[in-house]
């Protein structure tokens, strides 16, 4: 009993290290749809909404040059930008940025479905 015991332990260890070698060899073959890091001068060409965190949409030229957040999704080759602020001069964080930029979007109905999360905040 003690030594199919131990050769059951043996076959159970073998398929786990098999299985962690496979596993370790999908993870250099699968590539994460990630978009490319952007910079904040690289992304502010594309801001094509500026709205405030009371969703009042305004005009690229009021975007004050601080506080600011650029929410962006990648549509084929150009992404797309929405630029949060608050009204208040307050500092908003990614998340509630995220979801004012949804709000406004959906409003124009620029979703074809269901809202995808941004593939940027920056």
């Known amino acids: ?10 076959r159970l260890e073998k398929l786990i290290n098999e299985l962690d070698r496979h596993r370790a060899e999908l993870k250099t073959m699968i590539k994460p749809k990630v978009p490319p890091m952007m910079t904040r001068e690289q992304a502010l060409p594309y801001v094509a909404y500026c709205v405030d965190d009371a969703l009042s949409e305004r005009r690229k030229d ?25 009204y208040l001069d307050l500092e ?31």
């Open 62 to 86: 009021e975007m004050p040059a601080d506080k600011v957040r650029l929410v962006g999704w990648q549509c084929g080759f150009e992404p797309l930008f929405v630029a949060v602020w608050s």
């Open 92 to 122: 908003l964080d990614d998340d509630e940025a995220e979801e004012l930029a949804v709000e406004l979007l959906i409003e124009k109905k620029w979703f074809s479905g269901r809202p995808t999360p941004a593939d940027y905040v920056i």
């Open 1 to 10: 009993m003690t030594a199919e015991l131990i050769n059951r332990i043996v």
